[in-house]
């Protein structure tokens, strides 16, 4: 049965319901442990360093009612493989954002792959070379004088899972020291692990200030990534303005800042179809449960003109399942982008040169007429630009200079 969009206020705004009414408190101690605490414990103990979230900052509540620092820049981004790989837009959209706010950050070049995929997928590594690998790349963010900002939220998932390794498993942190020893870097962990959409959330109100599309007659669904608030569930981000603290605050915030309706619909809480091991061995079940589980589940019940999710899977299963199910005529068609790409959008990124759009599986054109941007003369854009690189290679490109000169 088809139900229009809601938004996310209370129907009565001049009486909300508080959670108590609804039957739900948030305990009055949470019932996880204070893993910042006993890393400070550690630290104080000689075991390792704790890298403080750097000024500027803000906090927000987390699940149980922690606060948790969001840095605003001096950033070291961790790039995901498969943002790179797949869906370039992702993380071009992110930088861009930066610096568009003049933020300092950096794109390191000395990065590794977190190696999730062993640890979720193919269970072919350990945990010593898993913590090892963490906390090689915090030691180069520190040594470099920025705080870690992790882009996938696979990294980030696995990075939390780490952590609590090593703070329960005193011959897990002996194993890790001596290969960062044999490395001449020093065991650092950071006081938070952050993702990036946090610090998107955190910025959501600083970015619709410089919004110059209207995106008020924009319907988006939100799937919320399994990796950032299924695991290590008390680091995510919560706010009792939306769905009244029930679920995560993360992307739903963003739409709503930007004016755009949070359409809500029935499996919101399911997998993506991704789920790692299986995306590996059953690729078709994957296909099979990103479009007929969600896809069609959004369509049949909201009708989004976009799904927007915080994660590289999650984009990509979501996304690139679609043709399977459109040779069948099932009904699906809804385009799938980030968080990040749909506030550079907002506020009047090139959809082909930054947001890399090209680079989805289904049709964008629709979306971008609804946000009021011009896709025919920004695709000429990109020809051009395109046509400059392939007679004058350069390791960089400012593509606004190429216009110009054309």
């Known amino acids: 049965m088809t139900s229009a969009p809601v938004q996310l206020e209370m129907a009565d705004k001049s009486a909300p319901l508080k959670a108590s009414e609804r039957g739900f408190e948030r305990p009055a101690e949470p019932p996880t442990e204070d893993l910042r605490e006993q890393l400070f ?4 103990a000689g075991e390792l360093e704790v890298q403080r979230v750097p000024e500027p900052f803000i906090e927000v509540e987390t699940k149980y009612g922690r606060k948790k620092k969001i840095p605003i820049e001096n950033t070291w981004h961790h790039k995901s493989c498969g943002q790179c790989g797949h869906i370039p837009g992702y993380s071009t959209a992110i930088f861009w954002l930066n610096r568009q706010f003049g933020l300092d950050y950096h794109d390191p070049r000395d990065q590794t792959s977190c190696t999730a995929w062993n640890y979720y997928a193919s269970s072919t590594s350990n945990p010593a070379a898993q913590a090892a690998v963490a906390c090689r790349n915090f030691a180069q963010a520190k040594l470099g004088g920025y705080f870690p900002l992790i882009h996938c939220g696979t990294s980030y998932g696995h990075y939390k899972e780490v952590r609590n390794e090593l703070l329960h498993h005193p011959e897990l942190r002996a194993q890790v020291r001596q290969i960062l020893e044999r490395l001449g870097l020093p065991f650092v962990f950071p006081e938070e692990v952050v993702h990036y959409s946090e610090w998107v959330h955190v910025m959501r109100d600083d970015i619709a200030k410089k919004q110059i599309y209207d995106f008020s007659d924009i319907t988006a669904t939100v799937h919320p990534a399994c990796h950032y608030h299924k695991l290590v569930v008390e680091d995510a981000i919560y706010d009792r303005d939306l769905y009244d603290g029930q679920r995560t ?19 919101w809480h399911d997998c993506c179809g991704f789920g790692f091991r299986h995306i590996l061995v059953s690729r078709d079940f994957s296909r099979s449960f990103a479009t007929i589980r969600k896809i069609e589940r959004m369509k049949e019940e909201a009708d989004p003109d976009v799904t927007l999710t915080h994660d590289t899977g999650c984009v990509t299963t979501l996304d690139k399942s679609q043709f399977s199910t459109q040779a069948h005529n099932r009904n699906v068609g809804i385009p799938v982008m980030s968080d990040a790409q749909f506030a550079a959008l907002s506020m009047g990124a090139h959809p082909y040169l930054i947001c890399q759009l090209h680079w989805h599986g289904v049709d964008m054109k629709p979306l971008l007429e609804l946000m009021g941007i011009d896709h025919v003369k920004a695709w000429k854009e990109f020809e051009r630009v395109a046509d400059h690189l392939k007679d004058n290679p350069e390791e960089y490109l400012t593509w606004e200079e190429c216009l110009d000169e054309q």
């Open 41 to 44: 414990e550690l630290e104080a």
């Open 249 to 267: 605050a993360i992307v739903s915030g963003l739409v709503k800042a930007l004016g755009a309706t949070v359409a809500d619909y029935s499996t």
